[in-house]
Every structure is written in C-alpha cells, then in structure tokens.
C-alpha cells in the first residue's frame, strides 16, 4: 500500500516537474547567443586545422614506419586537401544541430552564466589561447600518441592474422 501512495506521489509531481524543466530550459536564441560568445564558427575551423596538422604527422608516421614511400607532392597534397576540408565545412549546420544537444545537457542558468564567464576578460583571453593551447598540446602528445598507435595497429595485425587451421579428412 504505502508503495501505491508513492507511486501516486512521484506521478502527481511529474507534470509539475516537466513544467520547470521546460521553463528553465534555454531557448534556440539563448543556445545561439553562447555559440556566438563562444566564437563557435571560428573556433571549429581553428580546431580543425589543429587537427590537420596533427592527422599529417601521424599519417606520416605511419607510412615511414611501414616504409612506405611518400609521393614528393605529399605535403602540399595533403594540406590543400584539408584546406578545401576546411573551408567547405558546413559549419552554420554544425552549430545548428549542436542547439538540441545544449538544450538537452544546459539550463538557461547554466548557459547565462557560461555566456558571462565567456564574456569576461579571462572568458576572452581563454577564448582567444585555446587554438595555441591546443595546437602546442597535441605537438607535445603527437610522440606517445604515434608510439601508442603504432603498437596498437602491431597487436591489431596479430589480432587479425590468419589462424592456421587444422582440416580432419573423413578418414580419420
């Protein structure tokens, strides 16, 4: 019996609750206006070159250490082909479908204060470091990154060598 009682509660409250969950939730505009502050769209293209370069050591790494050789166009290949990855991203998209996942994650008072936070002067200055931050970071991690792939891809090759197999004649 008490549990019906507590079942009745906790339904009773249920609308009560999705009504402030649905008021403290931000809207498309609030989402947007931190993107904004965020300095999203540039962020991602700073991001992504950081990513470029880094995706070019390893691939690089990869194929020396699998002595494969290089075309001598590699490296201006390979950076055009990210510059027109880059400047084709579909970043207005990106930052739209991003909305629902703040939404979801964030509450207008969540995202008030990060939009404040980001708007102060350390808000800015970590804003405006990120990119070199990142990109120094993933400069000092590329050696352990590179050791850790290659031993990864080692274990991956025995993982997936071919297994000999024993054929039983009907005879035996």
């Not at 699998?66 to 880059?86: C, G, Q, V």
């Not at 070199?132 to 850790?148: C, F, H, T």
């Amino acid at each position: 019996m008490k549990y019906l009682w507590l079942a009745i509660l906790c339904l009773s409250l249920t609308p009560f609750t999705a009504a402030q969950a649905a008021d403290d939730m931000p809207s498309r505009d609030d989402v947007m206006a931190y993107l904004q502050i965020m300095r999203t769209h540039d962020m991602i293209q700073k991001m992504a070159q950081v990513q470029a370069q880094s995706t070019e050591q390893l691939l690089k790494s990869a194929f020396l250490k699998n002595n494969t050789k290089l075309p001598a166009d590699f490296d201006s290949r390979f950076r055009k082909s990210m510059e027109d990855l880059i400047k084709n991203m579909p970043i207005d998209d990106m930052t739209q479908a991003m909305i629902p996942v703040y939404q979801k994650h964030f509450t207008k008072g969540d995202l008030e204060a990060m939009t404040a936070f980001y708007s102060s002067p350390v808000g800015q200055k970590v804003l405006q470091e990120l990119p070199a931050v990142m990109q120094e970071g993933n400069q000092s991690m590329m050696p352990i990154l590179s050791k850790y792939i290659g031993e990864w891809m080692v274990r991956m090759q025995q993982e997936f060598k071919p297994k000999k197999t024993v054929v039983l004649s009907d005879q035996d």
